[in-house]
C-alpha cells in the first residue's frame, strides 16, 4: 500500500491511489501493477544515510516461466481501488490510473520502446527525429486499425493534440512541455483555430504527421518525455462531440474505440471492464479470447491471491509475508521508478495563467519548517514494520536506475529529532512555557494540515505515526478533514488547489527520460509544492536544452538541480519501492520488461 499518486510514461500523468505499482504493458501507459527484473528486492535497514542499504535479499525474476501457450480463455484480472475508478477512457483526458488500467488491454500507444526506454520503429508508428529542421516525422503503419476497423490515419495523431491543447477540455495532460510545438500555444490560449506547427503531408487520410518544434530536446530519443503525444484519438468517432462535453460523452465512458489488441464490450461504472480481441488488431490474433478485470479493495487483495480468484493480482507490500509461500503462483518484481516525498505547499496553481503562483509569506515557505518535518519523520523504521523489505530509503527526486544524472551523494533526511528541534528554535518557532506547540515566528498559532489519501490499509497508522513525531517537535499537524481523505476527493483537492492544503504526501515516477521539468516546473499543474523559483527554471530548461544533447553538460545539470531541490526541500524523497505481482502459474508469456507487450504476448500454458 504505497503512498504513490502521479505518473509520467509515454507522455501521460495522473493520480496513483494507494497499491498502485508500475507495470509496463500495453506499451501505451505506465500502469499500476508492477516491474520485474532478476534484480534482488533488498530491505531497507534502520538509519540509512545516503544510499538504498539492505538486509535480506529476495530474488525475484522479471517474467514467469516461458511455456508452449494455447489459444483461448479469459484472463481475470485485480484493479485494487479503495474507490471506484472514474471510468475516463481516453489517454488525453484521462488522470488517474485506475482508469488508465482498467483501459489497458486495448489502449496501446504508438511506438514501441527497448528495455532502456527508447522509442524503437517495431510499433504501431514509427518516429524520426530531424535535428537539421527541428521535426519529427510520425509514420502510421498500413495495418493499424481502430477495433471498428477505420483505419488510424494522421488526423487521428493530429486530433489527440486538439483535445490536450482545447482550453475548453480542460485536462491536466496539457503541459507547457508541449509549447514547444509551434502553434500549440496559440490554440491553448485561443489565439489560433489551429495548430500551426502540425503537419500532415498527405491530407488527413494520410499516414504521416510531422511536428515543428522551436528546438528539438535530448529527452525526445525517450519514452515520457512529454514534449509530444504518444498516443491518437479516433477523429471519425469523436469529432461531432463537442469538447466540452468530451469527459461526459459516451464515446468516452462507455464506448471507447482502441487500435490495441482488445476491443472494450462494456464496462460497470467504477466497477469493472471487459475486453474481448480486436478483430482487427495489427500485430495479429491475441491469445486470450477475452479479459475480466474488475475491483477489490486492499483489504481482500491477500486472500485473493492465496484463494487465485484473479490471474493476476499486484502484491501489497504490507502483505507480502500472508502471500509469498501459495502455491500455484509465480511471483514477478522489481525496483520500480517511482518514489514516496513530502511535498510542502507554498503558492497555488493559477488556472487562467497556466502556471503556479508561489506565495512568499505561505506558512510553509521556511525551509527550517520544511527541513525540520523531514527531520522528524521515523521513515526507516516505518519502511521495516509495514513493508517486509519491500520499501526503502532514498536519497533523491531521480531515481537511482538513471545513472548517470542520479547524485549518490545528495544527502538524507534520516530521523534526526534533536536537529529538527534546533533548526526550529534557530528560526523562530518558539514554544511558550508549558505550551505543547510551537507558534509561528510571528507570534501566530501555527497549525499544518495534511492531505492524505486513505486508500491503503496502513495509511492512517503510518501518518497517525508522524504526526506524533512532528509532536515531539512541537509540531501541530492534523489531518486535512480530521482524517486521511477519500481518494477521489483528495485528488479534487490537489488538482483544485485546495488553500487548506499546507503539507501533501504523494510520490512521482519516471518511465522514461528521467527530466524533472514536468513534475516540478512553473507551469507544470503536478508541481503540487507550487514553488517557482528563477533558478529551478534556469536548471530545468538546461536539462532539457538542445546543448543537453552533450551528455557530460546534462549530468552535470542534473547533479546541479539535485542538490539545489535538497537544499531548498520543497518536496522532500522518503521512500523507493520494489513492486511485486501475482500471476497464476497456468500463465505465460507474462514478462515486465519495459519493452514487453503482455496483452498480446501472455496467454494461458497448453
Given amino acids: 500500500d504505497r503512498a504513490s499518486f502521479c505518473f509520467l510514461n509515454h507522455a501521460v500523468i495522473g493520480f496513483l491511489t494507494k497499491g498502485e505499482f508500475y507495470m509496463k504493458m500495453s506499451k501505451s501507459k505506465l500502469l499500476y501493477v508492477t516491474l520485474a527484473s532478476s534484480l534482488a528486492i533488498l530491505s531497507t535497514a534502520c538509519g540509512a544515510k545516503k544510499t538504498d542499504s539492505s538486509n535480506q535479499p529476495i530474488k525475484f525474476s522479471q517474467a514467469v516461466p516461458h511455456k508452449p501457450i494455447k489459444k483461448g480463455g479469459t484472463l481475470t484480472y485485480a484493479l485494487e481501488n479503495e474507490s471506484p475508478f472514474t471510468g475516463i477512457f481516453s489517454a488525453e483526458i484521462a488522470d488517474t490510473s485506475p482508469d488508465s488500467e482498467a483501459a489497458a488491454p486495448g489502449d496501446e500507444a504508438l511506438f514501441d520502446i527497448n528495455d532502456h526506454y527508447q522509442f524503437t520503429n517495431k510499433g504501431a508508428a514509427s518516429l524520426k527525429l530531424n535535428h537539421s529542421n527541428n521535426t519529427a516525422e510520425i509514420k502510421v503503419k498500413k495495418k493499424v486499425r481502430w477495433s471498428d476497423g477505420k483505419p488510424v490515419t494522421a488526423k487521428d495523431l493530429e486530433y489527440a493534440y486538439e483535445i490536450l491543447a482545447n482550453p475548453k477540455v480542460q485536462t491536466t495532460q496539457y503541459t507547457s512541455s ?77 464506448h471507447p474505440l482502441y487500435f490495441g489488441p482488445y476491443k472494450m464490450d462494456k464496462t460497470v461504472q467504477g466497477q469493472s471492464t471487459s475486453w474481448s480481441r480486436n478483430p482487427y488488431y495489427w500485430r495479429g490474433k491475441p491469445n486470450f479470447e477475452h479479459i475480466y478485470m474488475s475491483n477489490i479493495t486492499n483489504s481482500n487483495v491477500s486472500q485473493a491471491i492465496k484463494s487465485k480468484k484473479f ?108 536537529k529538527a528541534n534546533k533548526l526550529l528554535d534557530k528560526a523562530g518557532y518558539k514554544k511558550a512555557p508549558g505550551a505543547l506547540y510551537r507558534s509561528q515566528p510571528n507570534g501566530k498559532p501555527l497549525v499544518i494540515n495534511l492531505a492524505v489519501r486513505g486508500s491503503g490499509e496502513n495509511s492512517e497508522a503510518i501518518w497517525r505515526n508522524y504526526i506524533q513525531q512532528w509532536k515531539k517537535a512541537g509540531l501541530n499537524v492534523k489531518f486535512l478533514g480530521g482524517r486521511p481523505m477519500e481518494f477521489n476527493r483528495w485528488v479534487a483537492a490537489v488538482k483544485a488547489s485546495d488553500p487548506k492544503i499546507d503539507v501533501l504526501e504523494g510520490a512521482c515516477g519516471a518511465a522514461g527520460d528521467p ?22 527554471t534556469k536548471l530545468l530548461n538546461e536539462i532539457d536544452s538542445a546543448k543537453s544533447f552533450d551528455k557530460k553538460y546534462r549530468v552535470q545539470k542534473f547533479h546541479e538541480w539535485q542538490k539545489w531541490m535538497y537544499n531548498k526541500a520543497y518536496v522532500v524523497p522518503t521512500s523507493g519501492a520494489y513492486s511485486v505481482t501475482a500471476v497464476n502459474s497456468k500463465v505465460s508469456g507474462w514478462s515486465l520488461k519495459p519493452s514487453a507487450n503482455v496483452w498480446y504476448e501472455a496467454g494461458f500454458t497448453k
Fill in 311 to 418: 490471474d493476476v493480482a499486484n502484491v501489497l507490500s504490507s502483505q507480502w509475508e500472508q502471500v509469498k509461500n501459495t502455491k500455484g503462483v509465480n511471483f514477478v518484481g522489481k525496483k520500480t521508478l517511482s518514489y514516496d516525498y513530502l511535498a510542502f505547499k507554498v503558492g497555488k496553481w493559477d488556472a487562467k495563467l497556466g502556471k503556479n503562483v508561489e506565495n512568499p509569506h505561505a506558512k510553509m515557505n521556511n525551509p527550517a519548517l520544511r527541513k525540520a518535518m523531514a527531520y522528524a519523520m521515523n521513515v526507516d523504521v516505518i519502511n521495516k514494520r509495514f513493508y517486509h523489505g519491500l520499501e526503502f530509503r532514498i536519497n533523491s527526486l531521480i531515481p537511482s536506475q538513471f545513472t548517470p544524472y542520479y547524485d549518490k551523494n545528495i544527502p538524507v533526511y534520516s530521523y534526526n529529532l534533536d
Fill in 178 to 254: 508541449l509549447e514547444n510545438i509551434k502553434g500549440m500555444a496559440e490554440y491553448h490560449r485561443g489565439k489560433a483555430n489551429n495548430i500551426s506547427g502540425l503537419e500532415m503531408p498527405d491530407g488527413p487520410n494520410g499516414k504521416t504527421l510531422i511536428l515543428h518544434f522551436k528546438e528539438l530536446k535530448p529527452a525526445m530519443m525517450n519514452s515520457a518525455n512529454g514534449f509530444f503525444w504518444e498516443h491518437a484519438a479516433p477523429y471519425h468517432y469523436l469529432k461531432n462531440v463537442p469538447f466540452e462535453k468530451l469527459v461526459s460523452s459516451p464515446q468516452i465512458r462507455k
Fill in 515 to 536: 527530466s524533472p521539468s514536468v513534475f516540478y516546473g512553473e507551469k507544470m499543474p503536478y508541481n503540487f509544492a507550487r514553488f517557482v523559483s528563477p533558478t529551478n
